[in-house]
């Protein structure tokens, strides 16, 4: 069943990045994107165990790294996930999330993720990055990734409890 899930959650991240990088760069709002490769990481640490969650975080963090148009120093994106997988698992305490946690675990996983994102990027001098842009990248992006929680994580935490009933909340 172990393998089955990590295909399933290799699958959901593949699948996530590929619209995530072709389509959905013709709706972006000044080039701010929804980052569902994120959705895919807090829907697994709301429902399995937290290592499962880490590391799905850090292998679809470093799997946006590196698609293509990427212009950044690699890692940075897996770090942030890591630690929104992090935060988000710490919601769940041996309980099924309401759906306004759910709602509010995803704002705050885009808060932080987007913004350690952008911070990292002042940091390494990313041109692409200023500190009178920060807010508003951050902002877009969470109210992107809140709007599209709706549709993404419903089915993948359904996927993610059939796969692993024994960590599944009640």
Same mark, same amino acid.
């Given at each position: 069943?172990t393998?089955?899930?990590?295909l399933?959650a290799?699958? @959901?991240?593949?699948?996530? #990045?590929?619209?995530?990088?072709s ?5 972006? &709002? ?6 569902i490769?994120?959705l ?6 709301l +429902?399995?165990e937290?290592?499962?969650?880490l590391?799905l975080g850090?292998?679809a963090?470093l +799997?946006l790294?590196? @698609?293509?148009?990427?212009d950044?120093v690699?890692g940075?994106?897996?770090?942030a996930? +890591?630690?929104a ?6 919601v ?8 306004m946690?759910?709602?509010g675990t995803?704002a @705050?996983?885009?808060f932080v993720a +987007?913004?350690?994102f952008?911070?990292?990027?002042? #940091?390494?001098?990313?041109p692409?990055?200023?500190?009178a842009g920060?807010l ?7 109210? &992107?990734?809140?709007?599209?929680t709706?549709?993404v994580?419903p ?8 796969l ?5 909340t009640?």
């Amino acid at each position: 069943m172990t393998y089955l899930r990590w295909l399933a959650a290799i699958a @959901a991240v593949v699948v996530a #990045l590929v619209v995530q990088v072709s389509l959905f760069p013709h709706l972006a &709002w000044h080039g701010i994107v929804p980052n569902i490769c994120l959705l895919v990481v807090v829907a697994a640490a709301l +429902t399995v165990e937290a290592p499962f969650a880490l590391v799905l975080g850090f292998v679809a963090g470093l +799997t946006l790294d590196l @698609a293509p148009p990427a212009d950044h120093v690699a890692g940075r994106w897996a770090l942030a996930f +890591t630690i929104a997988a992090f935060l988000a698992a710490r919601v769940r305490q041996d309980q099924k999330p309401s759906a306004m946690a759910v709602v509010g675990t995803v704002a @705050a996983a885009s808060f932080v993720a +987007t913004s350690f994102f952008a911070l990292s990027g002042i #940091l390494l001098d990313d041109p692409g990055m200023s500190v009178a842009g920060l807010l508003e990248v951050v902002l877009v992006a969470v109210v &992107w990734d809140v709007l599209l929680t709706p549709f993404v994580l419903p089915p993948l935490m359904r996927l993610f409890t059939r796969l692993s009933p024994q960590w599944a909340t009640t």
